[in-house]
């Protein structure tokens, strides 16, 4: 088994064992799949943990100031609105390219 990669202490603890889990099947790092193999590898663990993925109520390109200029961001939001927790996750150059 691998060794357990560095976590932040602020992780919910659902949050850290999907990431254990998925730490522990071995499989490709998701950046380097293509976004439907990167989602159905996702799609079954999470399953386990909230069952069935809501629909979406809007898809949103926006973007962001950063430090060099704008940031593209997408936002993926339900109907019903409100304030929800959120994924930030930066990507590399080579990311961005595929």
Not at 30 to 35: A, G, H, R
Not at 62 to 79: H, L, N, Q, T
């Amino acid at each position: 088994m691998p060794e357990p990669k560095p976590r932040s202490e602020r992780l919910h603890p659902e949050v850290r064992a999907l990431l254990t889990m998925l730490d522990a099947e071995a499989s490709p790092p998701i950046e380097t799949l293509d976004p439907v193999q990167a989602r159905l590898s996702v799609e079954a663990p999470l399953k386990m943990l909230g069952g069935e993925p809501e629909a979406l109520g809007r898809i949103e390109n926006m973007s962001i100031a950063g430090p060099a200029g704008d940031i593209p961001i997408r936002v993926y939001a339900r109907e019903a609105g409100g304030l929800r927790p959120a994924l930030i996750r930066e990507l590399s150059e080579s990311a961005h390219a595929r």
